[in-house]
């Protein structure tokens, strides 16, 4: 009976260390689960694949470092799909302190597959104020933009030649944290300009994304670092690219986590009705 | 084993530990990390408020290329130091209004558009709901949980029997509901220390690829 | 005056925003196209009441010796050198300012978000009680997605999968859907008492 009782009262210490080896191992010695993908990572996979070469691709950095693991692996994953099928790719983003992710992730996979700035992909970088921007480039985009992130002039640019607002965009995916996020491109974006929308979002938000999906506002959804690594399945499976999968090595780490937390949950509801039990007999 | 030989990884890494060393109890290595971040942070924000909005839409259409229009937004922007000045304090409220009726004026026809309108098709107009019965018995069920679930969230008349047990088939698809957010949020944070790891076992220690 | 002209000024802006979403004439996108420039502009400025207000705040604890004020130096010093090495080495490729982000921020703000999967593992395991049915209703849904969502969940069973998707797509949906409109019905409604000057908060207290 103690040690029932002593199962719910386990150092918090103790589950910290344990959460750790639990994590680490898979990563240093992996099962090999494998993780297929979903109809949803499909969906966004199906529509960025739609895109004809030459047309362009704007994506969304509505995230910062805090929730890079989640969906730093997807911005890379889709911007190795882009460049390997001869999309353009317009970066921008809503959060500031997203500016550096998208620079890195750019330099990073543009060098991959020998694409060039300003004919290949813009990096427009930040504005302030959310509807501004959101609202400005369903009009003219170097109304919002008048320059790039760089400071470069958007009409020196060759491929923003032909690029005027939403209508000259196939698909659209926003990468978020949070607010402000998708649910901000398909309020304004979607409902006034028609904008075609997928998004990735971390797994905190993804439950919530559900009603979108169902209405066909949005055209898809990578839900987490699962999505993430959804959609480096499917990128790989397709030959678009063989570089390292982060969100896929992950999977392991978070299955066994996953588990944990499950056994701990249990572990705690044990603890907690046998001592609620011992306790009552007290009182009578 | 293949450590890094990089500064910066190193750098990284010792700010990584600093942070962690919080969940022993806090110190002042998790503090000096804490206060860095914040300098940095702000430090960045400038930079590339600077670069990104300040210089192309005011200071180049002002300044270099005449457009004098644009003296009306410098003036309502620099009404917010009037927050620093308490005669005149008072000014901070005229730009405050200008983005707040802009931002609520935005936002009525776009959130009924897309959280209402929207959202009440997708309920009653679920596409191929007919072509199987299942189908059809899962849309059903979500139409009959939207209900329920609205009017758990109708406070303002007493329920009588019918619409209490509605509201309390409201509260069971709302616990669902915040179970499978529940659900996702393990996964969430598990990702981000897993992210963490990936970086140390990675990028500093080389064990893994 | 000094709270007539303000609610004005959110009166017209609002007004005039909800109505040119259903005006199509060019009179109305030009103006439509001014308001949006210079909301930009002016938002920005904000920004800068925040590094003003920090400043201050750190400045004066270094002055008056608060308990932690040597850290505040630290915060000081961080945001200068940040924003100087910023302003002047600018935000391209291969920058200082770059080079700050990727190996300072980045390592210090995903940690501190990494640290709660450790909290929540603790808070999971100490607070999480199946005590009511409401409760255990929470845990049973949380259970089948936790494990229907990763691979071992269709390692240990191929139904797992299909279930939290039926729980994600069916239960999940109404409920977020419910969610979703009473927060827009409540954002429309708080946008329109603003608009009409009847939410007042903004304004502050004082005399005027």
Same mark, same amino acid.
């Given at each position: 009976?103690?040690?029932?009782?002593?199962?719910?009262?386990?150092?918090?210490?103790?589950?910290?260390?344990?959460?750790?080896?639990?994590?680490?191992?898979?990563?240093?010695?992996?099962?090999?689960?494998?993780?297929?993908?979903?109809?949803?990572?499909?969906?966004?996979?199906?529509?960025?694949?739609?895109?004809?070469?030459?047309?362009?691709?704007?994506?969304?950095?509505?995230?910062?470092?805090?929730?890079?693991?989640?969906l730093y692996p997807m911005l890379t994953a889709i911007l190795r799909h882009a460049?390997?099928?001869?999309?353009?790719?317009?970066?921008?983003?809503?959060?500031?302190?997203?500016?550096?992710?998208?620079?890195?992730?750019?330099?990073?996979?543009?060098?991959?597959?020998?694409?060039?700035?300003?004919?290949?992909?813009?990096?427009?970088?930040?504005?302030?104020?959310?509807?501004?921007?959101?609202?400005?480039?369903?009009?003219?985009?170097?109304?919002?933009?008048?320059?790039?992130?760089?400071?470069?002039?958007?009409?020196?640019?060759?491929?923003?030649?032909?690029?005027?607002?939403?209508?000259?965009?196939?698909?659209?995916?926003?990468?978020?944290?949070?607010?402000?996020?998708?649910?901000?491109?398909?309020?304004?974006?979607?409902?006034?300009?028609?904008?075609?929308?997928?998004?990735?979002?971390?797994?905190?938000?993804?439950?919530?994304?559900?009603?979108?999906?169902?209405?066909?506002?949005?055209?898809?959804?990578?839900?987490?670092?699962?999505?993430?690594?959804?959609?480096?399945?499917?990128?790989?499976?397709?030959?678009?690219?063989?570089?390292?999968?982060?969100?896929?090595?992950?999977?392991?780490?978070?299955?066994?986590?996953?588990?944990?937390?499950?056994?701990?949950?249990?572990?705690?509801?044990?603890?907690?009705?046998?001592?609620?039990?011992?306790?009552?007999?007290?009182?009578? | 084993m293949n450590l890094s030989h990089s500064l910066w990884i190193w750098i990284g890494?010792?700010?990584?530990?600093?942070?962690?060393?919080?969940?022993?109890?806090?110190?002042?290595?998790?503090?000096?990390?804490?206060?860095?971040?914040?300098?940095?942070?702000?430090?960045?924000?400038?930079?590339?408020?600077?670069?990104?909005?300040?210089?192309?839409?005011?200071?180049?259409?002002?300044?270099?290329?005449?457009?004098?229009?644009?003296?009306?937004?410098?003036?309502?922007?620099?009404?917010?130091?009037?927050?620093?000045?308490?005669?005149?304090?008072?000014?901070?409220?005229?730009?405050?209004?200008?983005?707040?009726?802009?931002?609520?004026?935005?936002?009525?026809?776009?959130?009924?558009?897309?959280?209402?309108?929207?959202?009440?098709?997708?309920?009653?107009?679920?596409?191929?709901?007919?072509?199987?019965?299942?189908?059809?018995?899962?849309?059903?069920?979500?139409?009959?949980?939207?209900?329920?679930?609205?009017?758990?969230?109708?406070?303002?008349?007493?329920?009588?029997?019918?619409?209490?047990?509605?509201?309390?088939?409201?509260?069971?698809?709302?616990?669902?509901?915040?179970?499978?957010?529940?659900?996702?949020?393990?996964?969430?944070?598990?990702?981000?220390?897993?992210?963490?790891?990936?970086?140390?076992?990675?990028?500093?220690?080389?064990?893994?690829? | 005056?000094?709270?007539? !002209?303000? %609610?004005?000024?959110?009166? *017209?802006?609002? @007004? &005039?925003?909800? $109505?040119?979403?259903?005006?199509?004439?060019?009179?109305?996108?030009?103006?439509?196209? !001014?308001? %949006?420039?210079?909301?930009? *502009?002016?938002? @920005? &400025?904000?920004? $800068?009441?925040?590094?003003?207000?920090?400043?201050?705040?750190?400045?004066?604890?270094?002055?008056?010796?608060?308990?932690?004020?040597?850290?505040s130096i630290i915060t000081i010093i961080a945001l200068v050198v940040t924003a100087?090495?910023?302003?002047?080495?600018?935000?391209?490729?291969?920058?200082?300012?770059?080079?700050?982000?990727?190996?300072?921020?980045?390592?210090?703000?995903?940690?501190?978000?990494?640290?709660?999967?450790?909290?929540?593992?603790?808070?999971?395991?100490?607070?999480?009680?199946?005590?009511?049915?409401?409760?255990?209703?929470?845990?049973?849904?949380?259970?089948?997605?936790?494990?229907?969502?990763?691979?071992?969940?269709?390692?240990?069973?191929?139904?797992?999968?299909?279930?939290?998707?039926?729980?994600?797509?069916?239960?999940?949906?109404?409920?977020?859907?419910?969610?979703?409109?009473?927060?827009?019905?409540?954002?429309?409604?708080?946008?329109?008492?603003?608009?009409?000057?009847?939410?007042?908060?903004?304004?502050?207290?004082?005399?005027?």
């Open positions: 009976m103690r040690f029932f009782q002593a199962l719910g009262k386990i150092d918090r210490k103790i589950i910290f260390i344990i959460l750790a080896i639990v994590i680490i191992i898979p990563l240093l010695k992996p099962f090999g689960l494998i993780s297929r993908a979903s109809s949803r990572a499909e969906a966004v996979f199906n529509a960025v694949d739609a895109i004809p070469a030459g047309k362009p691709l704007m994506i969304s950095i509505d995230f910062d470092p805090g929730s890079m693991p989640e460049m390997a099928k001869d999309v353009k790719v317009i970066l921008l983003g809503l959060w500031l302190t997203g500016m550096g992710l998208g620079e890195q992730a750019l330099t990073t996979v543009s060098r991959e597959y020998n694409k060039v700035y300003g004919q290949d992909y813009v990096f427009l970088g930040w504005k302030s104020g959310v509807l501004p921007v959101v609202l400005g480039m369903g009009e003219d985009i170097r109304k919002a933009y008048p320059a790039d992130y760089y400071g470069t002039p958007l009409e020196s640019l060759p491929m923003m030649a032909n690029i005027k607002n939403y209508r000259d965009i196939p698909f659209f995916i926003s990468l978020s944290a949070g607010t402000p996020g998708y649910e901000s491109w398909i309020a304004y974006a979607q409902s006034r300009y028609g904008l075609k929308i997928g998004a990735g979002v971390t797994a905190v938000s993804a439950a919530d994304a559900y009603p979108y999906l169902q209405t066909g506002q949005l055209t898809g959804m990578l839900g987490g670092m699962k999505g993430a690594s959804e959609y480096e399945f499917l990128v790989k499976q397709k030959g678009y690219t063989q570089q390292f999968s982060p969100a896929s090595q992950a999977m392991d780490s978070q299955s066994l986590a996953h588990l944990l937390i499950l056994i701990l949950i249990v572990i705690g509801n044990v603890g907690y009705f046998f001592t609620r039990k011992v306790t009552r007999r007290e009182e009578k | 890494t010792f700010l990584t530990f600093c942070i962690f060393s919080f969940l022993y109890k806090d110190n002042p290595l998790y503090k000096f990390a804490e206060h860095l971040f914040v300098g940095v942070s702000v430090g960045y924000s400038i930079s590339i408020s600077y670069h990104n909005v300040l210089y192309p839409d005011l200071i180049v259409p002002l300044f270099k290329q005449g457009q004098l229009l644009n003296i009306i937004p410098l003036l309502f922007g620099l009404c917010y130091f009037a927050r620093f000045i308490p005669q005149v304090s008072w000014l901070i409220r005229l730009p405050m209004g200008l983005v707040l009726g802009f931002g609520a004026g935005a936002a009525i026809p776009a959130t009924l558009q897309a959280s209402v309108i929207k959202q009440i098709q997708g309920a009653i107009l679920t596409p191929n709901i007919f072509q199987r019965i299942d189908l059809f018995a899962w849309a059903l069920i979500s139409f009959i949980g939207l209900i329920c679930v609205v009017i758990y969230f109708f406070f303002s008349k007493e329920r009588v029997k019918s619409t209490r047990l509605a509201a309390e088939g409201g509260i069971i698809f709302l616990m669902v509901g915040f179970g499978a957010s529940f659900g996702y949020t393990v996964m969430a944070r598990i990702s981000l220390i897993i992210g963490r790891f990936q970086f140390l076992l990675r990028d500093w220690l080389g064990i893994i690829r | 005056m000094q709270r007539t !002209i303000p %609610l004005a000024i959110c009166f *017209i802006m609002g @007004i &005039f925003m909800m $109505v040119q979403f259903f005006v199509p004439h060019p009179i109305s996108t030009n103006a439509y196209d !001014i308001v %949006l420039k210079w909301i930009r *502009i002016i938002t @920005i &400025f904000a920004l $800068v009441l925040g590094v003003g207000s920090l400043a201050m705040y750190h400045t004066t604890k270094i002055r008056r010796k608060v308990s932690g004020w040597q850290f100087v090495i910023g302003l002047f080495g600018g935000v391209g490729r291969g920058s200082w300012l770059q080079v700050i982000f990727q190996n300072i921020f980045v390592p210090v703000n995903s940690t501190m978000f990494s640290i709660l999967a450790f909290y929540m593992a603790s808070a999971a395991y100490r607070a999480f009680r199946a005590r009511t049915k409401e409760a255990t209703i929470l845990l049973i849904a949380a259970f089948i997605v936790m494990l229907g969502m990763v691979p071992i969940g269709s390692a240990i069973s191929k139904r797992l999968p299909e279930l939290a998707e039926w729980i994600l797509t069916v239960p999940n949906t109404a409920a977020k859907r419910g969610i979703i409109f009473g927060i827009a019905l409540g954002s429309i409604a708080t946008s329109l008492k603003i608009i009409l000057g009847i939410e007042r908060g903004w304004l502050g207290g004082g005399r005027g």
